[in-house]
């Protein structure tokens, strides 16, 4: 699967901070987190912001490390 706009909500914000939800379907972790896996939302994620993603092998926050121009990278919040 590809990542659907309509499966990203926003949980709360404030100060520039989004915390976002995001559920996959049937799309896994290492899926979500990998590639540019959501560079269709680049124009509303900002850098800082933190997904908890919802997938079909588990669940995971990740941070927003970039979002440019139709980029944005992810990693692992530790």
């Known amino acids: 699967m590809a990542f659907a706009i309509r499966n990203l909500s926003v949980l709360a914000y404030a100060n520039g901070f989004t915390l976002w939800h ?3 379907g049937k799309d896994r972790l290492e899926a979500v987190a990998g590639n ?3 560079g269709d939302a680049s124009d ?3 850098a800082g912001d933190l997904l ?3 997938a079909s ?3 995971r926050i990740l941070c ?3 979002a440019d121009v139709e980029t ?3 990693a692992p919040l530790s």
């Open 22 to 24: 995001y559920k996959s």
């Open 36 to 38: 540019n896996y959501l």
């Open 44 to 46: 509303m994620l900002t």
């Open 52 to 54: 908890m993603v919802t």
């Open 57 to 59: 092998d588990g669940a």
């Open 64 to 66: 927003v490390t970039l």
């Open 72 to 74: 944005v990278v992810t």
